[in-house]
T-cell receptor, first 115, second 114 residues
Framework: LAKTTQPISMDSYEGQEVNITCSHN???????ITWYQQFPSQGPRFIIQ???TKVTNEVASLFIPADRKSSTLSLPRVSLSDTAVYYC????????????????FGKGTHLIIQP | NAGVTQTPKFQVLKTGQSMTLQCAQD?????MSWYRQDPGMGLRLIHY???????DQGEVPNGYNVSRSTTEDFPLRLLSAAPSQTSVYFC?????????????FGSGTQLSVL
């Protein structure tokens, strides 16, 4: 099973670029890497997903090296409102194989943005 | 477009009481699931459904029942509430079961069992 490891917490300041790295040494060939964001008192929200190289959307960028054993979520010019928990997930093999039921939301990375 | 709607937002129960947490989605999603989140922990899967009439257990199913009579609704029933079930409960849905599909979450139900 592809498990992920990410820092428990990170601090940064408004206007900075923040990079959160996730390791997933046992990622399988067909697994995708997905990141979710969770604000206090809300459910998680999808941010970005990728398979290899680089993916960019209006919110973030995701960098995945060739060996795919890690990935980095990059948040450009963060603001106070980016304070949240960020989860890195790898498409996991559930009991029936490959389903959302096999995804593991670990403890995530608690990102705190200061003024 | 309401997305995933959970009710109630807050609930206090006494040990032994039963109740149903409601979840409804208006996106015609086939896959729905229930998670619980305890302080400082990630989300743990309780039950899930891949379509009307089909449900299965997740990581922590004991003490909970589910049913899926319609595509839109996926209620979670606590049969006899225990203090260990004090938690925040999230319902989620996606267009299908694939792990690459976006999960859409509700805003949660905070449950306290005394």
């Amino acid at each position: 099973l592809a498990k992920t490891t990410q820092p428990i917490s990170m601090d940064s300041y408004e206007g900075q670029e923040v990079n959160i790295t996730c390791s997933h040494n046992n990622i399988a060939t067909n697994d995708y890497i997905t990141w979710y964001q969770q604000f206090p008192s809300q459910g998680p929200r999808f941010i970005i997903q990728g398979y290899k190289t680089k993916v960019t959307n209006e919110v973030a960028s995701l960098f995945i090296p060739a060996d795919r054993k890690s990935s980095t979520l990059s948040l450009p010019r963060v603001s106070l409102s980016d304070t949240a928990v960020y989860y890195c997930l790898v498409g996991d093999r559930g009991r029936a194989g490959g389903g959302a039921d096999g995804l593991t939301f670990g403890k995530g990375t608690h990102l705190i943005i200061q003024p | 477009n309401a997305g995933v709607t959970q009710t109630p937002k807050f609930q206090v129960l006494k040990t032994g009481q039963s109740m149903t947490l409601q979840c409804a989605q208006d996106m015609n999603h086939e896959y729905m699931s229930w998670y619980r989140q305890d302080p400082g922990m990630g989300l743990r899967l309780i039950h899930y459904s891949v379509g009307a009439g089909i449900t299965d257990q997740g990581e922590v199913p004991n003490g909970y029942n589910v049913s899926r009579s319609t595509t839109e609704d996926f209620p979670l029933r606590l049969l006899s509430a225990a203090p260990s079930q004090t938690s925040v409960y999230f319902c989620a849905s996606s267009s299908d079961r694939s792990s690459t599909e976006k999960l859409f979450f509700g805003s949660g139900t905070q449950l306290s069992v005394l």
